[in-house]
């Protein structure tokens, strides 16, 4: 199954557990992507003990099999630079995304 989770938010319980379902998903053997959007590119900024987002992400990009997106004017708004967690795309891909996949979850 081709499966994309949009993050929108910067809740760190929210990202952690939308992390936490890409990873399971993985292990099952689907593809995943995640596209982060509005204050969601800001995702990594409130990881913490409790809540280990920067863990679950470096699970999910060890993998090989994941992706992560984030839109570039939602970045440039932010003053952040594009990185391997937080890689620079836009509304084409994330579409693309949409489409292409079979369900999509937001958080």
Not at 9 to 32: F, I, M, P, Q
Not at 37 to 50: A, N, T
Not at 72 to 83: A, F, I, T, Y
């Amino acid at each position: 199954m081709k499966f994309s989770i949009i993050l929108s938010t910067s809740n760190a319980e929210k990202n952690w557990n939308a992390l936490r379902l890409g990873n399971l998903a993985l292990k099952n053997d689907d593809n995943v992507s995640i596209f982060l959007i509005g204050e969601g590119v800001e995702y990594l900024k409130f990881s913490d003990k409790k809540f280990d987002i920067q863990k679950q992400v470096d699970t999910f990009l060890e993998s090989g099999k994941g992706e992560i997106l984030a839109c570039e004017s939602c970045m440039v708004l932010r003053h952040q630079q594009g990185n391997k967690t937080c890689p620079m795309s836009g509304m084409k891909e994330l579409y693309a995304l949409i489409k292409d996949s079979d369900k999509v979850v937001t958080f």
